[in-house]
Every structure is written in C-alpha cells, then in structure tokens.
C-alpha cells in the first residue's frame, strides 16, 4: 500500500535560490534544510509515494517531522489546502479595504540647536531606525513648513483613526508654542503621543510639564556617555549634562520616557557599554539607531546589530503576524510621516516624495497610492532578500533594502548572508534565537559550500 507524506496545512516549505526553511507558522519557529533534507520534502510536497528512494536517513528525517509536529503520514495522497493561498481575492488586489493608519510621525519643525555632522544631509548618510531619532532631512530654514492651523491639521489627523502621533524635528522644542498647541489640540482625542527631542531646546522643568498628564512621552536622542564623545558628536559642549539631568529628573519623576542612542562610525563600538550604563543608571533599556556617511560603509562599517557577521533574525508573535510579514513591511504598514519641508513620505528614513501636503492638503495627498505602495513593499519585491529562503524570518528597518536598492555594500552593512547560489548556505550558520532558527539535516554532506 502507498504511503505519503505531507507538511501540515499551517507549516510551509519555502525554497529560495540556494537554501530551503520550513516555517512553522503556529509554533513560531523555522528549520532550516541541508540540500537533501530539502529535496525528499519538495518531493514529498508533490506526492511522490515513499518508498526505497528514500532510504533509512530520509526516512528518519520524516519521522522527525512528525515528532516535532510538523508533518504526518497518511495512505492517501493529500492535497493539503494551504491556509495561504486560498486568497484570491486578497491577492488580486479585488478586496478594497479602507488603509489602516496606524501612525503619524509628524516633524514640525527643521530647527536644531545643535551641529551633527551628519545630520541634514540625506543624500551623503544613510540612517537605520532614523525614525526614533531627531534627524532632519534638510538644513535650509527658508523651506521649513508647518500648517497654518495645527488645530484643524490634528482634527484631521485623528479623523483618520490614527493610534499614535509621533512628534519630532529637528527639536520641536523649539517651536515651543506650537507644539503646546498640537498637545492642546491632542488632549481633545485618545492620541498617544511621542515627542522625539535632543532635549537641549528648552529648561527641564519646561520638558517635564509636557508628560505630566500621562498622554505624552519623551523619546531622548543621545549620542553618548561621555562628554568627549557627545559633544565631538553632536558639534556643542555641556550637552551631556544637560541631557543626564532630564533623564535623571524624568526618571526620579516616574515619568514615561524612551531613550534612542544614536550610533556613528566613531561610536558605534560603544553600544554595550551604553547599555550597561543605561541599565545601572535608570534601570531601563534603550533603542539604538545609526547613521553612517555612505563613505563609511564602503570602507567596510557595518551595522551593530550584525553581531559575530550575522543579521538576527525575529519571531514572528502570532499567526495573523506572520502572514502578514508575507505581504507587508512591518514597519511601514500604517505610517507616514509629515515631512517639516511639507511633502508626505512613509517614514523619516526613506526619501522618497510620496505626496504633496504643504500644497494640495492632507486628505488629497494621502488620496494617491503611492504611500499604499510602500506600504505594500515587503521581501518578495526586493533584491537579493526575495531570493533568500529565511525572508518571512527576517524583518528589520527598511532603509537599508529601499534606499541602498542594488548596492552591495549597503546590502551588506545591514545583513551579511548571501543567499546567492554557491554561497555559505544558511543551515551552516549559527543564526538567532537559537530557539527560534533550527536545523533539520538529512545527514549526508551535501554538494554546496
Ligand atoms: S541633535 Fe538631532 S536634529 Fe540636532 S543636529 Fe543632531 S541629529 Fe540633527
Ligand atoms: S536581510 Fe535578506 S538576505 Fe539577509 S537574511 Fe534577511 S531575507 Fe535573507
Ligand atoms: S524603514 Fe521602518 S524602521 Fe526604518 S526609518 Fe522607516 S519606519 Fe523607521
């Protein structure tokens, strides 16, 4: 009697140019597969009958499957319906949903007290989580924009069933009276709002009033733990003290406040020892962003987060998560950002214009699809990750994938696996969460590197 044998209906094998994972949506895992392990599963995907072809390590291989949950045998060849695709209508695009906004991140102003280097100057950095920090896209005062009526814009902008407003600069600090009057405005709705601020722009009893009432927080752009290494940073002395005492005072305050370092080149080796300090200091933990001319990363500068030459690889929480990952962009799904020079894009770090506010208004500018679009962007659309087999398991800021599109090096800063065939293949290496990435092997040495 035939047997066969089938992934269930929730675990995917997905193929890439030279590796293959078996995604376990439900339980939240992945294993990664040798080449044989990966040929016998496409096989068995197909309902070839088992048999003699598969010898005792195939065989192995598929009742370990079924002991981790993955798979089962079955008499009949089974045409497992795959939760994925049987959404025709979704995938045509026929299913008109109304968009999701999710946040707004809203910079009212280009000014800044300070002198970053790198700050200003998109067309020479690249940035990675640029939108948790002050970094401003120009410099050029004259062409700084805010609406007339802050009032009326926020009225529209909760219309628009937004959860969080995200205020940011350059330091909206110093366009104090119009950032009390977008929190005045914001008070009227159930808003949560961030304010992203270097923190110098005003007196930190004035900074502490802000978040006294519990709907707006502080996020604190740092550049370092000590003062040679701030104020070479961020071009002025005494920031550093200035900066301890607002977190101090936040802290001591039981106030709400996130802390974002911004690592350069020059301090990106720093990033351990800024946690420690964090973590002693104010018992909390805190966001890491970078920037880095693109210079630096032709000369071989690479992101912190690649630790020992490996991109980290992130959990999927829940099943709706994962499918999702498959069509969207975590982090861009239900954004945009209000640009200080009026044009709408989808986040700080990427560059490209999407909308006209300053001049057409909100509403008409969010009417076009270009920011749908982007929404839309997700691994399968991008080189080389769409042909990597580990892309539903890898999400991360999209800057380095939009803004570096085709350029080796900056493709490399942010993730050093080559999915190219002939490369290191993915199940030799020691990817993390170990308990989220494991191997699956047929045990025989295959034919690749
Ligand atoms: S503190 Fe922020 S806004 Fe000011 S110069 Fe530095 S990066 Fe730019
Ligand atoms: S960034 Fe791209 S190439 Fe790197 S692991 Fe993720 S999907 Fe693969
Ligand atoms: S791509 Fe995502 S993480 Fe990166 S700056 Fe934009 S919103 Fe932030």
């Keep these: ?25 439900p339980r939240g895992r992945i294993f990664l597969l040798d080449e044989g392990a990966y040929k016998i599963l ?45 959404q025709p209508i979704d995938w045509k695009g026929m299913g008109l949903v109304a968009p999701k906004f999710l946040k707004v991140d809203w910079a009212i102003t280009n000014q800044c007290n300070l002198n970053c280097a790198f700050c200003g100057k998109f067309d020479r950095t690249i940035s990675w989580q640029g939108c948790q920090t002050c970094l401003r896209r120009d410099r050029d005062t004259q062409s700084q924009w805010s609406p007339d009526c802050p009032e009326d814009f926020m009225g529209q902008i909760a219309d628009l069933g937004i959860q969080t407003l995200h205020i940011r600069g350059a330091d909206p600090a110093l366009a104090w009276d119009y950032l009390l009057r977008v ?44 003062d040679g290494t ?48 964090v973590q002693d200091r104010w018992q909390c933990v805190p966001s890491f962003a970078e920037v880095y001319f693109k210079e630096s990363i032709d000369r071989g500068f690479r992101l912190t987060h690649t630790d020992n030459n490996m991109k980290p690889l992130t959990r999927w929480r829940s099943l709706e998560e994962f ?11 239900g954004n945009f950002e209000v640009s200080s020079d009026g044009n709408l894009r989808s986040c700080a770090g990427i560059s490209r214009v999407l909308g006209d506010i300053a001049n057409d208004g909100l509403p008409t500018a969010l009417s076009g699809n270009a920011l749908y679009d982007m929404w839309g962007r ?35 800063a942010y993730c050093p696996h080559d ?10 290496k020691n990817w993390a969460p170990a308990d989220f990435a494991m191997t699956l092997k047929l045990g025989e040495e295959d034919t690749g590197r």
């Design 183 to 226: 929190l005045q405005a914001a008070r009227q709705t159930l808003l949560d709002v961030t304010i992203t601020t270097p923190g110098v722009g005003q007196d930190i009893d004035a900074l502490l009033t802000l978040c006294s009432e519990g709907q707006v927080r502080l996020n604190i752009v740092m550049f370092g733990i000590d």
């Design 42 to 86: 496409l096989s068995c995907e197909h309902n070839k009958p088992l048999g003699d072809w598969l010898g005792d390590s195939g065989m192995h291989l598929l009742n370990t499957l079924q002991d981790l949950g993955l798979g089962l045998f079955d008499p009949d060849a089974a045409y497992v319906d795959k939760l994925l695709v049987h």
């Design 1 to 25: 009697m035939a047997l066969y044998f089938k992934l269930r209906s929730d675990c995917f094998l997905v193929g890439g140019e030279n590796d293959a994972v078996v995604y376990d949506a």
């Design 378 to 412: 997700c691994k399968e659309g991008m080189q080389p990750c769409n042909r990597c087999a580990l892309r539903y398991a890898c999400i991360d800021c999209s800057v380095f994938e939009l803004e570096g599109e085709n350029d080796e090096n900056i493709k490399e």
């Design 323 to 333: 499918f999702f990952r498959i069509r969207n962009n975590n982090c861009l799904f």
């Design 419 to 428: 999915p190219s065939r002939g490369a290191v293949r993915a199940y030799r």
């Design 230 to 277: 701030v104020s070479a940073t961020c071009g002025e002395p005494n920031i550093l003290a200035h900066q301890l005492a607002l977190v101090d005072a936040l802290s001591d305050r039981h106030l709400p406040f996130f802390l974002t370092f911004m690592l350069t080149h020059t301090t990106n080796l720093q990033r351990d020892k800024i946690l420690a300090f």
